[in-house]
């Protein structure tokens, strides 16, 4: 028989899937298999490609943005149809809310029963659902459109802002048989994905006009300076000009949180007087005052000027006028505005650096007095003091932080060193990124996680403890133990069930991790607290930290608790 008579080779939706990623240099997928999509994860992995499975799609999602958010590749979650999606939504309206590039590809129903509504297994017009929750949203009926499908979500989800793209595949699609070398030629190698958007020469000149004016200038880095991997520029760009900055929480360690040009330490005062300040993939939302009111409102609140850099052209004049919009990547406009401020650009006035190290001192000493005390309970500054000295000693490490008090806390006292090795709630503030991005930091850096995880944080996510054995990765959560959401004293008036904000007293989270075959400690002291972190960073083993912390210590919601509706009676 000779090989002409031979049928012609022919491939499947399943493996055009895996090729058209494999195309574009991904190479890991999280999510949870079920109904349509188990086998695709079998075969993703038969191909060589790794797929973290989790409990729950929503840390599988968070974990893909946390690997955008790293990587600068959109991070890919896969999810069954209807409630995988659902659960995988949250993640990616996150994403999308912070900038981070993810896909989320869900199997769903057939087309033809969910438009006639005619309740088919898991119906649901997912495609629908996702359109208003992410920045761009596709579905593919056809097998020779995988290629350009996985292409737009590829280009979507990285050019510009980046931000989370839904793709909908149907149950049937993966099925789906085609001419392989009709297949190949359908896939698509995505070029130039993220292209640099380089700033018109007037709005740079615009911007160093206005910043030449300033006698109290300010840069403030967002975790959109971080993800833009442009490190270099901008440590230059704040160390030619000389200008304090001011580090928003995924922006800390672009420049070292030690710096003599930090003002972190005087935030409020910084905010008040300075009068020129130049946003650098930072917005202008609740997280910075929408730019007015009380923590604006110094000496120079009614002339301060904005300069804005930012990828978004209309981000700008989101909350208050912005003087110098620098619309481009952040790359090319910081390197920009350092060629036209030239070798001798005059640094800001003694009088404004110097108030600002007097006042950053005091902070410092008032800090360092806190951090000195040693109570039993521990308190969260105890804690967090032992946690800051061992990320010191390993800057490397990928700090992953959330809750209230813990978080709060821990932005002022855990000093970052390096860019990008700080992952947080966010521009959202919420709560269960936890497990989803230590998976992520890990599997994607290979670098030891220190997650700082309130305990009611921690509640969301925990479960992921067994996916951390399961893939052996070197994550040490640290669970800050008060009892309760806030605290742990709350009561219930009329007694009976404990107050809504209180857990299981002396609850030994540590358990949880040894169930899988991790290491478990409960740590009543800081000592205990540092042997047991060291021996966690030096062996690398997945280990939980149960960290017993004064029940009383803490505030509602830590430092925002002002965004709690204030009882307008007292009863
Ligand atoms: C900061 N500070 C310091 C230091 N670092 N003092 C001494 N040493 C060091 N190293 C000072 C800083 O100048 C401030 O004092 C204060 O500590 C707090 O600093 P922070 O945290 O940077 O500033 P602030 O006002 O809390 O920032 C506002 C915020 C922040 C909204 C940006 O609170 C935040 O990011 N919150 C996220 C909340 C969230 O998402 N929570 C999750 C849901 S909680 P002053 O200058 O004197 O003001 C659900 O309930
Ligand atoms: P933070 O919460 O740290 O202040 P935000 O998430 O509010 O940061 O702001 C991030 C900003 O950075 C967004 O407006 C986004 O458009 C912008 N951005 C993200 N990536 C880039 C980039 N590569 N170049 C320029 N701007 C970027």
Redesign the pocket.
Known sequence: MTNDTQAPATTDGFHLVIEALKLNGIDTVYGLPGIPITDLSRKMQAEGMRFIAFRHEQNAGNAAAAAGFLTQKPGICLTVSAPGFLNGLTALTNATTNCFPMILISGSSEREIVDLQQGDYEEMDQLAIAKPLCKAAFRVLHAEDIGVGIARAIRAAVSGRPGGVYLDFPAKLFGQVMDAAAGQRSLIKVVDAAPRQIPAPDAVQRALDVLKGAKRPLILLGKGAAYAQADDAIRTFVESSGIPYLP??MAKGLLP?THAQSA??????VLAEADVVVLVGARLN???SHGKGKTWGGANAANRKFIQIDISPTEADSNVPIAAPLVGDIGSCVAALVAGMGPNWARPPAEWTGAIAERKDK??S??AETLAKDPSPMSFHSALRVIRDVVKANPEAIVVN???NT??FA???V?MYLPRKRLD?GT????GIGMGFSVAAAVTTGKQVIAIEGDSAFGFSGMEVETICRYKLPVCVIVFNNNGV?KGTDVNPRGGDMAPTQFVKAARYDKLMEAFGGVGVNATTSAELDRALKEAVASGRPTLINAVIDESAGT?????TSLNPQTAAKK
């Open positions: 928003m929480s949180d972190a330490a005087t935030r409020s005062y609740w997280l910075l902070n410092l008032k800090m959330e809750g209230a978080l709060d932005r002022s006292i000093d709630v959202w503030g919420i709560m806030y509602e919601s830590g430092r925002i």
